[in-house]
């Protein structure tokens, strides 16, 4: 027979071993949770620097004689990035676009713009825009996983190449006019950037001010607009 004494006893041990599984397991977790809270901070925190490059000269913005509307298409276009790319050669294009033409739209050289999927334009706007070319991103593998185990400790750096091709169609005429510009910009992950956060995209900011610059003055000096 067993004794009141060794039940209460065992039911005990059985509650202290199941109360000391429960706080271990607690203390694990919260200890996961702080390195996987710490992890995500710092891959959120890592610094992030853009460089302009020098193959286009500063072009300062002309009076236009007009602000047309314009429908803009992705046509050959394509992108290559070491390491493999999140997004379609058709998104990159559409994102090249936006920032060409947002500052086409800022200087007043256009009107607006819209999108038309695969150059199926409606003859709407005045002119049809079509990007083609290539963006090119060189870029060490081997440093891209070292700078990501060690948290942007260890920097990395992505060397980007825009070589564009805009095909311009002047709606009521038909003309067409033609213009290729390239410009290059580097981009460097390192957390001892992050302080600079909010200065991080004025290399790329001025890339683009001078691709889209050069573009359309080239279209102007064509005769186009």
């Known amino acids: 027979m067993i004794s009141p004494v060794s039940m209460t006893w065992g039911h005990g041990a059985k509650c202290g071993i199941v109360a000391t599984f429960k706080i271990r397991t607690k203390q694990i977790m919260q200890k996961r949770y702080k390195i996987c809270s710490t992890v995500t901070l710092l891959t959120l925190l890592n610094g992030c620097m853009t460089f302009s490059g020098d193959r286009l000269s500063d ?49 007043n050289y256009i009107s607006d713009f819209t999108y ?40 990395n750096s992505v060397d980007i190449s825009y070589d564009l091709i805009y095909e311009l169609e002047e709606v ?41 610059e050069h573009a359309y003055q080239d279209f102007d000096e064509q005769g186009a607009f």
């Open 59 to 107: 072009l300062n913005p002309i009076i236009p004689k007009r602000s047309p509307s314009i429908e803009e298409s992705v046509g050959d276009f394509t992108m290559h990035i070491d390491g493999g790319k999140l997004i379609t050669n058709n998104k990159a294009g559409r994102i090249i676009n936006d920032s060409i033409l947002d500052n086409w739209k800022k200087n």
């Open 116 to 155: 038309v999927p695969k150059e199926k334009f409606t003859g709407n706007a005045e002119y049809n825009l079509t990007l083609k070319g290539h963006q090119e991103g060189n870029s060490s593998i081997v440093m891209q996983i070292l700078s990501g185990l060690t948290l942007f400790v260890i920097p």
């Open 172 to 212: 009521s005429t038909g003309k067409k006019y033609t213009t290729k510009v390239s410009e290059d910009v580097a981009v460097t992950h390192w957390i001892l950037f992050f302080p600079a956060l909010p200065f991080s995209l004025i290399g790329s900011f001025n890339a683009f001010e001078r691709l889209s």
